[in-house]
Nanobody, 126 residues
Framework: QVQLVESGGGLVQAGGSLRVSCAAS????????MGWFRQAPGKEREFVAA????????YYADSVKGRFTISRDNAKNTVYLQMNRLKPEDTAVYYC???????????????????WGQGTQVTVSS
């Protein structure tokens, strides 16, 4: 059984930075695509970023491109999301997700992922 545990969320002022982490246990995830999604109050969960198993390819939503960076440390079985120049509209619960069964290439789709963490709250004040 795979478990994903997010950490690092919190309250930050607009323009600030925050790094959230996703630690995995139960299986080595070095071969698998990992993604970050977020859900703001009253909104649907949306794609934020994804990274391939080797880390050689990364993908971002247009809304975070140039401000957020996804990375992974396979030795630690951990994925990170570095968030810079944060905006109030980045306020959301951030979830990490793992694709372990079959990857069709739709890294932006929630349906692509098989395991999810419980989420970590990120709040950006104006």
């Amino acid at each position: 059984q795979v478990q994903l545990v997010e950490s690092g969320g919190g309250l930050v002022q607009a323009g600030g930075s925050l790094r959230v982490s996703c630690a995995a246990s139960g299986r080595t995830l070095s071969r698998y695509v990992m993604g970050w999604f977020r859900q703001a109050p009253g909104k649907e969960r949306e794609f934020v970023a994804a990274i391939t198993g080797s880390g050689s390819s990364t993908y971002y939503a247009d809304s975070v491109k140039g401000r957020f960076t996804i990375s992974r440390d396979n030795a630690k079985n951990t994925v990170y999301l570095q968030m810079n120049r944060l905006k109030p509209e980045d306020t959301a619960v951030y979830y990490c997700a793992a694709n372990l069964v079959y990857y069709s290439g739709s890294y932006y789709s929630q349906n692509e992922y098989d395991y999810w963490g419980q989420g970590t709250q990120v709040t950006v004040s104006s």
